[in-house]
């Protein structure tokens, strides 16, 4: 495991070989060399120059440092660069608590230097007229290319090279409780707001002028649709260009289609839950099925072509709040769901109905699970965030055989923590950077790929 945070002085360790070899020999063999140490010292009657030389190693000493540890007073939490080969981060002026990645045209599998990056993202102002959405450009990214020679003090040299932002934005009235962009031509973006209201925003504009090439001016939202009070859930179809399916905190989801004119219909309510729809994922390869998760600990599959109060099916996913899914896009039959006891659970669709037992489940997060995504270019691997300040990432096609046991509590499907943010919201890949992840915190923005990648 590779947390990005370290105690003052320590060895980041990830699944590489070489990193673990580098941990191995810092832990293991440490303390026999003091050992011998302390015995040769012994023997040429210099007891006290050893105990003075033990205090000062003990000031050096190299700890990995793993979630729910505890620091000391003489102790700091050090970001280790060389766990890195893409580092970056920024602000707003204000948070921006929900984004989505810009699919640009500069190609796909992108991985040499410099990276950019296109986000849209909407604030959490403190006042309602103070919020916008926005769509940022992050160029400049260095990717570096490490190597066993490598050593901290170079690594953070390197890391002073700030990438370039640039922005546009909208006002939007009240604060995005989330925001979506559509997976077609185009750059249509969704917004929930907190008072209420859902809009559909023509967000290309932005792009274009972003890229060098027309105008920046978007002036409203091209259609707006209020609902009797707030909600969170929100997705569109991969399959049919622009489906879109909102869920509120009355339990209540609706399905959008567009019509013409910039028009969309809005049909519904899916009413089954008991409690607040937290999040909504269509299918990825059926157009009329999506899935939803609730307070209600429930997470239900639906068929958008049944009547709005029909379930197809209802899995009793956990013991407390679900809070995110998301669908497999290669193996359309796996689903994961995270929930508020900080546990995140990934179940076989094709068996669910008939006995509904998770295939995997994982309880490393201590805090509620915030995000979870699978990886679009790797099947088995997945981003998890959580409310303990923790984006964390995961491979589940690693076996308890496969891999070397790095701590007790650590299960062997972890392969990095990232630590360093602060009420972390969001976490996702971007399907056009290999192992490139992009996190939001109340504390900013954080856009990485780590050496396990």
């Not at 700030?162 to 979506?180: F, K, S, Y």
């Not at 909102?246 to 959008?256: A, C, E």
């Not at 690693?398 to 976490?427: S, T, W, Y």
Request: hydrophobic share 35%; charged share 25%.
């Amino acid at each position: 495991v590779a947390p990005a945070y370290r105690l003052e002085s320590c060895i980041m360790a990830s699944n590489s070989d070489e990193a673990k070899a580098a941990a191995d020999f810092d832990w293991d063999n440490m303390e026999d060399e003091e050992e011998e140490e302390e015995e040769q010292m012994q023997e040429d009657g210099d007891g006290d120059q050893m105990q003075q030389d033990g205090e000062d190693d003990d000031e050096g000493e190299e700890k990995v440092f793993l979630p729910g540890g505890n620091l000391d007073e003489d102790e700091e939490l050090v970001c280790d660069p060389t766990a890195y080969l893409v580092q970056a981060e920024f602000t707003t002026e204000w948070p921006c608590l929900s984004f989505d990645i810009v699919r640009d045209t500069l190609g796909n599998g992108r991985d040499q230097t410099p990276l950019t990056a296109y986000i849209a993202c909407g604030t959490q102002a403190v006042q309602a007229n103070q919020n916008a959405v926005y769509m940022i450009k992050v160029s400049g990214m260095v990717v570096h290319q490490r190597s066993e020679d490598d050593n901290e003090e170079d690594a953070s040299d390197e890391e002073d090279e700030a990438p370039e932002l640039n922005m546009r934005e909208v006002p939007h009235r009240g604060g995005v409780n989330r925001l979506r962009l559509a997976p077609h031509p185009g750059h249509i973006a969704a917004t929930w707001s907190e008072t209420g209201k859902v809009h559909i925003w023509d967000l290309g504009p932005f792009y274009n002028s972003l890229e060098g090439s027309g105008g920046a001016r978007v002036d409203r939202a091209l259609f707006t649709h209020a609902f009797g009070g707030e909600g969170f859930a929100m997705d569109w179809s991969p399959v049919v260009p622009y489906k879109l399916a909102t869920g509120d905190g009355s339990g209540g989801i609706h399905v959008w289609n567009k019509m013409e004119a910039g028009k969309w219909g809005v049909s519904g309510p899916f009413a089954g839950h008991a409690g607040s729809v937290e999040d909504i994922q269509w299918s990825p390869n059926e157009g009329n099925v999506f899935a939803s998760c609730s307070s209600d600990k429930t997470v239900k599959i639906w068929d958008a072509r049944q009547a709005p109060a029909r379930v197809a099916v209802s899995i009793e996913a956990h013991t407390c709040d679900v809070n995110v899914i998301s669908w497999n896009r290669q193996e359309q039959h796996l689903l994961v769901s995270g929930a508020d006891d900080g546990r995140f659970s990934v179940w076989d669709l094709r068996t669910v109905q008939r006995k509904p037992e998770t295939i995997a489940s994982f309880q490393w997060h201590r805090d509620a699970i915030t995000s979870v995504e699978w990886n679009p270019a790797d099947a088995s691997s997945l981003v998890v965030s959580g409310a303990d300040d923790q984006v964390t990432l995961w491979d589940l096609a690693v076996e308890a055989d496969d891999a070397r046991e790095v701590a007790p509590d650590v299960p062997p499907q972890l392969l990095f923590i990232h630590q360093g943010q602060e009420n972390v919201k969001e976490a996702k890949w971007h399907p056009q950077l290999p192992g490139v992840v992009i996190s939001t915190a109340e504390s900013g923005f954080n856009i990485f790929k780590t050496i396990s990648a």
